[in-house]
């Protein structure tokens, strides 16, 4: 099993549109978690730290279930610059090493 | 205050060539991590290091591949006598050395085209 699973899509949505991306882990001892963004052929960019209250940041909110071992990302109001990869990210025990999940593609249309 | 300074942004090199891939961290940041690309895949974590010493480096390929962050000067990643499949984009992010829980901030990456 994979350390960090996403589905790679591609998620095709209208403008506007409300999507969510799933992500699932397996090392229960995972101390933190986030959410990256990657544009094509570009460095992965932090869109938002998970914490396990829930957060939200504008139209983006991120959710941990510790229990279920899963973490979702949702996004309102899709813009079509919100077109990206997004990395599902887990910090893993001892907090020096980030696991990368292999990302989500997001396509917004117009 | 500058990020983390990765180059050359593009490095060809032919198979058998060696490939010298440079990491400056943040100012203050004396811990540096090394990330692979390869295409259509994932980010997967090669080598953690802080000033000359390794931490881990589970995710290193065992032959081929070294890594160092001298006293002075950038990180190196090493690749003696390439391949094609070591065409990647290669990622360096850096950390202060109680980083904690906190997240990485990655350079521009350097893309290694062998061919």
């Known amino acids: 099993r994979k350390e960090v699973e996403q589905d790679p899509g591609p998620f095709n949505v209208p403008e506007g549109a409300t999507v969510a991306f799933n992500c699932t882990y397996s090392n229960s001892a995972s101390q933190s978690f986030f959410w990256y963004r990657q544009d094509c052929r570009k460095e992965p960019k932090l869109l938002m730290s998970?914490?396990?209250s829930g957060n939200e940041d504008g139209r983006f909110t991120a959710q941990l279930n510790r229990a279920s071992q899963y973490i979702s990302l949702l996004i309102r109001d899709s813009k079509l610059s919100d077109s990206a990869t997004y990395l599902c990210v887990v910090n893993i025990g001892n907090g020096n090493k980030l696991v990368f999940g292999a990302g989500t593609i997001l396509r917004v249309k117009s | 205050n500058a990020g983390v300074m990765q180059n050359p942004r593009h490095l060809v090199r032919r198979r058998g060539q060696e490939a010298r891939l440079r990491c400056s961290p943040m100012k203050g940041h004396s811990h540096v991590y090394w990330y692979r690309q390869l295409p259509e895949e994932g980010l997967k974590f090669m080598v953690y290091l802080q000033k000359e010493n390794i931490i881990d480096e589970s995710g290193m390929p065992k032959e081929r591949f070294s890594a160092e962050f001298p006293k002075e000067g950038p990180s190196i990643l090493r690749i003696q006598q390439v391949v094609r499949g070591d065409s990647a984009a290669y990622f360096c992010?850096?950390?202060?050395?109680?980083?904690?829980?906190?997240?990485?901030?990655f350079g521009n990456g350097t893309r290694l085209t062998v061919t």
């Open positions: 992010a850096s950390s202060p050395p109680t980083r904690g829980n906190s997240p990485l901030h």
């Open positions: 998970v914490y396990s």
